[in-house]
């Protein structure tokens, strides 16, 4: 059973960065593809961007398209999630999540495919 937990969260001011990351255990990170969700207060879940087991990434979400980035590290087990010029709007829960899909190059923001995903970590952009 593949085990997820983020970490890197915190408080920034706007127009600052954060490097969040997904550390995996119990089964092999290169197997999965890795989604990243966040919830905001009052508001539902969102799937803002996906890495593929192949490496390829897909940003689903405009508002963070060319500010947020992920990559992946299989032989540290953590896909990263890089964000860039925060601003309050992107305050919120985040979470990983993990599936295997069929294919190397399959990614997807649909949070019922899922079935893998760690606890959240909180991010707070204020000044």
Do not use: H
Not at 44 to 61: F, V
Request: with cysteine; glycine share 10%; charged share 15%.
């Amino acid at each position: 059973q593949l085990q997820l937990v983020e970490s890197g969260g915190g408080l920034v001011q706007p127009g600052g960065s954060l490097r969040l990351s997904c550390a995996a255990s119990g089964s092999t990170l290169a197997f999965v593809a890795i989604a990243w969700f966040r919830q905001a207060p009052g508001k539902e879940r969102e799937g803002l961007i996906c890495i593929s087991r192949k490496g390829d990434g897909t940003t689903y979400i405009d508002s963070v398209k060319g500010r947020f980035s992920i990559s992946r590290n299989n032989a540290r087990s953590t896909v990263y999630l890089q964000m860039n010029d925060l601003n309050p709007e992107d305050t919120a829960v985040y979470y990983c999540a993990a599936r295997v899909f069929d294919s190397s190059t399959t990614c997807s923001n649909t949070e019922t495919l899922f079935n893998s995903w760690g606890q959240g970590t909180q991010v707070t952009v204020s000044s």
